[in-house]
């Protein structure tokens, strides 16, 4: 059994996708950053959920990156959070600031972040 060790900077996620050059396909490959950002959890009326008043996401470039103190200033982004948004425990966040990582996915007109650690900062986004 081998153990495989890996950093920050290593977790991308690579996505295989099929452009078409002519007539002879092309495979080429796309990551997606680990990202890091805090926010405010919001239920967007179509059981979807949104991280509004986020920080721009900062890739983590380090293995355990220090969590951000509870009066971490807010931004002006928004994101689409998806993923297992059940398992992370997500809609009893709504309201809350939390701080989150996840691997993002540029897209209209929000960008996805497909959660991977949802961390509570305050209980309220004031």
């Known amino acids: 059994m081998t153990s495989m060790s890996t950093t920050a900077p290593a977790l991308m996620l690579v996505l295989a996708t099929l452009v078409l050059a002519g007539t002879s396909p092309v495979l ?6 680990v ?3 805090v926010g405010c959890v919001e239920m967007d009326g179509r059981d979807g959920v949104l991280l509004t008043r ?12 220090d969590q951000p103190p509870s009066d971490a ?6 994101l689409t959070l998806v993923g297992t948004l059940e398992e992370f425990g997500v809609a009893n966040h709504e309201g ?4 989150v990582k996840g691997l993002l996915n540029p897209a209209a007109p929000h960008p996805l972040l497909n959660l ?4 509570h900062l ?5």
């Open 73 to 78: 200033p807010l931004g002006a982004e928004t």
């Open 96 to 99: 809350h600031k939390v701080w």
């Open 116 to 119: 991977t650690s949802i961390t």
């Open 54 to 65: 986020a920080t721009d996401p900062t890739a983590i470039d380090e293995r355990a990156p």
């Open 28 to 33: 080429t490959a796309q990551t997606m950053p």
């Open 35 to 37: 990202v890091m950002t």
């Open 122 to 126: 305050s209980p309220s986004c004031d």
